[in-house]
């Protein structure tokens, strides 16, 4: 994976959107600081610290069926790299990765398209490496980041290559075969299946109670509402 390395961006999505014809498949373009870091739901995800992961991989498969599922196996790699530190990660459908509750890391995916047709994808995702305990108090939001877990500082290169190495393992196969590639690795690391969750469609929406009972053979979380209806969720936040 050829790696753009930049001090500051607005955002590493926003840029690799805007020039995603240009770049290769399996670009990677990775910034010190964003100014208008994004994450899911127009949610702001604070880029203010280098010591951080802020990464959008662009990619360009032949096949576009399995997309929404790179997004999972990108959070599978990253709780397989997390546990290589010692810690234990949890992944919340769709694509957190958790410590004890506390999100580490968030993937934003979007589409590029070009005449009502998908070319291609730009796979972003933040890793919380290096933060104070002021900085994540002040995100006001659980989170947590993987210095505090470990008490140590952490090699942000380190933590790329590998993020990289291990992403491009499985990534043909996903493409071609999606969900079922990782299927068991994703299920070994939630914790949520036949509890009762909470379900938002957006910041400020109606939470839904319902029982999370699996996943489909997409990937899509199937859950049944409190009048017993079984439904499937294509998107949306779990509030566990
Ligand atoms: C989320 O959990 O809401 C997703 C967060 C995604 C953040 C990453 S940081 C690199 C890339 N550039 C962005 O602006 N967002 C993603």
């Not at 949610?43 to 604070?46: A, E, G, K, N, S």
């Not at 992944?91 to 769709?94: E, L, M, S």
């Not at 590029?112 to 047709?117: A, E």
């Not at 499985?170 to 196969?173: C, L, S």
């Given at each position: 994976?050829?790696?753009?390395?930049?001090?500051?961006?607005?955002?590493?999505?926003?840029?690799a959107?805007?020039h995603?014809e240009?770049l290769?498949d399996f670009?990677?373009?990775?910034a010190d600081?964003q100014t208008q870091g994004?994450?899911?739901?127009n949610?702001?995800?604070?880029s203010?610290?280098g010591?951080?992961?802020?990464?959008?991989?662009?990619?360009k498969?032949?096949?576009?069926?399995?997309?929404?599922n790179l997004?999972q196996y990108?959070?599978v790699v990253t709780?397989r790299?997390v546990?290589?530190?010692g810690?234990k990660p949890q992944?919340?459908?769709?694509n957190?990765?958790?410590?004890d509750?506390?999100?580490?890391?968030g993937i934003?995916?979007e589409a590029?398209?070009?005449?009502?047709?998908?070319?291609?994808v730009?796979?972003?995702?933040g890793?919380?490496l290096n933060m104070s305990?002021?900085?994540?108090?002040?995100?006001?939001r659980?989170?947590?980041s993987?210095?505090?877990l470990t008490?140590?500082?952490i090699?942000k290169f380190d933590?790329?290559?590998l993020?990289?190495s291990?992403?491009?393992k499985?990534?043909?196969?996903v493409?071609?075969?999606?969900f079922?590639?990782f299927?068991?690795e994703?299920?070994?690391?939630?914790?949520?299946?036949?509890k009762t969750?909470?379900l938002?469609q957006?910041?400020?929406?109606?939470?839904e109670?319902?029982t999370?009972k699996?996943?489909?053979?997409?990937?899509?979380l199937?859950?049944?509402?409190?009048?017993?209806a079984?439904?499937t969720?294509?998107s949306g936040?779990?509030?566990?």
């Open positions: 994976m050829k790696i753009l390395r930049f001090e500051s961006l607005n955002s590493t999505n926003t840029w959107l805007e995603f240009e290769e670009t990677a373009i990775c600081i994004r994450g899911r739901f949610r702001i995800w604070v203010e610290e010591g951080n992961i802020f990464l959008s991989i662009v990619l498969p032949q096949k576009t069926d399995f997309v929404p997004t990108l959070s709780a790299i546990e290589s530190y810690v992944i919340k459908w769709p957190d990765v958790l410590v509750g506390k999100k580490v890391s934003l995916c590029s398209m070009k005449h009502n047709k998908i070319r291609g730009v796979l972003g995702i890793v919380n305990e002021d900085a994540i108090k002040s995100l006001g659980p989170a947590t993987l210095n505090l008490g140590k500082k090699d933590f790329l290559n993020l990289s291990e992403f491009k499985d990534y043909q196969r493409v071609e075969n999606g079922e590639v299927k068991e994703y299920l070994k690391r939630t914790d949520f299946l036949g969750i909470f938002q957006r910041d400020g929406a109606q939470k109670e319902c999370a699996f996943f489909d053979d997409m990937g899509n199937v859950v049944a509402t409190k009048d017993g079984e439904k969720v294509f936040d779990l509030i566990l």
